[in-house]
């Protein structure tokens, strides 16, 4: 069964402060990983989007790593601001159409 | 500016009564798909549509119809709403299925009493 898991299922860090956000997935044939920014009761907004043969991928101060082999990614966030705070869901895309699975989100708290 | 709207951004209504949920994106996309959104539970998909006139069903499709008629509107309709369904719902778009990043709309807050 194809699943994705994302760790810790909540954060709270100082404003300025750097945090790493985990998502390890099972999703196979794999075509594509996302990272995803919730605000709280709006749509997810993309931050990154991975293909296999691709390892990391910056948006600004956030950087995603992806390691095929292990089915393990990353979201580094640098130098929080208070208006990163917003749950951040790790998606993984099999090949075809339809089926993309969902973590179920960080949510991250920076604190002033 | 491209953007998937959807229509209301807040609903109440009574069990059994009638109701659809719009949404229309303006960037000529392939694919749409609606999602609900639990606490605790993620994302999960209700229906998808690869093109005008076709469609098929997500992972929770119970108690939901859709159509697509057209390329730019994908109504997600509730045709005996229950207590159940309430919940977040997201319409979202993509150019052509899974390999190319989604859009979602703003989403609609449903309450069935």
């Known amino acids: 069964k194809n699943q994705v898991e994302q760790s810790p299922q909540s954060l709270i860090i100082l404003e300025g402060k750097n945090c790493t956000l985990q998502?390890?997935?099972?999703?196979?044939?794999?075509?594509?990983l996302r990272w995803y920014k919730q605000d709280t009761g709006r749509g997810p907004v993309s931050l990154t989007i991975?293909?296999?043969?691709?390892n990391t991928k910056s948006n600004g101060r956030y950087t995603a790593t992806l390691d095929a082999d292990t089915k393990q990614s990353s979201l580094h966030i640098t130098a929080s601001q208070l208006s990163d705070s917003a749950s951040y869901i790790c998606?993984?895309?099999?090949?075809?159409?339809?089926?993309?699975?969902f973590g179920k989100g960080t949510m991250l708290l920076v604190s002033p | 500016e491209a953007q998937v709207t959807q229509n209301p951004r807040y609903l109440i209504t009574v069990t059994g009564k009638k109701l659809t949920v719009t949404c229309s994106q303006n960037?000529?996309?392939?694919?749409m798909s609606w999602y609900r959104q639990d606490p605790g539970l993620g994302l999960r998909q209700i229906y998808y549509?690869?093109?005008?006139?076709?469609?098929d069903k997500g992972d929770v499709p119970e108690g939901y119809k859709v159509s697509r008629k057209e390329k730019r509107n994908f109504p997600l309709i509730l045709e005996s709403p229950s207590p159940n369904q309430t919940s977040l719902y997201f319409c979202?778009?993509?150019?052509?299925?899974?390999?190319?990043?989604?859009?979602f709309g703003s989403g609609t807050r449903l309450t069935v009493v």
């Open positions: 979202a778009s993509s150019p052509h299925g899974n390999n190319y990043g989604y859009t």
């Open positions: 998502c390890n997935y099972t999703v196979s044939p794999f075509s594509n």
């Open positions: 991975m293909t296999f043969s691709e």
């Open positions: 998606v993984v895309a099999n090949s075809g159409y339809s089926t993309l699975t």
């Open positions: 960037m000529n996309h392939e694919y």
């Open positions: 549509s690869m093109n005008v006139e076709v469609t």
